[in-house]
């Protein structure tokens, strides 16, 4: 079966580094909108980045200057570097896809579990 694919997560010191991925088929494409959101244990899910079909990226203003997100063509991956991690940031990390991506398309992925700590 088809399916939405995250990866990455782990366990990261305080200031350290981490990439995600999201992978799919058409998860790159130019027509797909995706996002990442976020949810901490006992917290409410909060959105953290959009990739848009023209191209432009959006962010949580506490993540602006740490995360990027950026997309693979040649794999159908989109990413989310994080830099700078800090405690917060600790949460289950989810890739949503929209109306254009494919087989998944408005589609959640099962998410991957990134923890920031000493």
């Known amino acids: 079966q088809v399916q939405l694919v995250e990866s990455g997560g782990g366990l990261v010191q305080p200031g350290g580094s981490l990439t995600l991925s999201c992978t799919a088929p058409?998860?790159?494409?130019?027509?797909?909108?995706i996002e990442w959101y976020r949810q901490a244990a006992g917290k409410q899910r909060e959105w953290v980045s959009r990739?848009?079909?023209?191209?432009?990226?959006s962010y949580l203003w506490s993540v602006k200057g740490r995360f990027a997100i950026s997309k693979d063509k040649g794999n159908d991956t989109v990413y989310l570097q994080m830099n700078g991690l800090k405690p917060e940031d600790t949460a289950m990390y989810s890739c949503?896809?929209?109306?254009?991506?494919?087989?998944?398309?408005?589609?959640w992925g099962r998410g991957t579990q990134v923890t920031v700590s000493s």
């Open positions: 949503k896809t929209g109306r254009y991506c494919g087989p998944r398309s408005n589609y």
């Open positions: 058409g998860v790159s494409s130019d027509t797909c909108k």
């Open positions: 990739f848009s079909p023209d191209g432009t990226t």
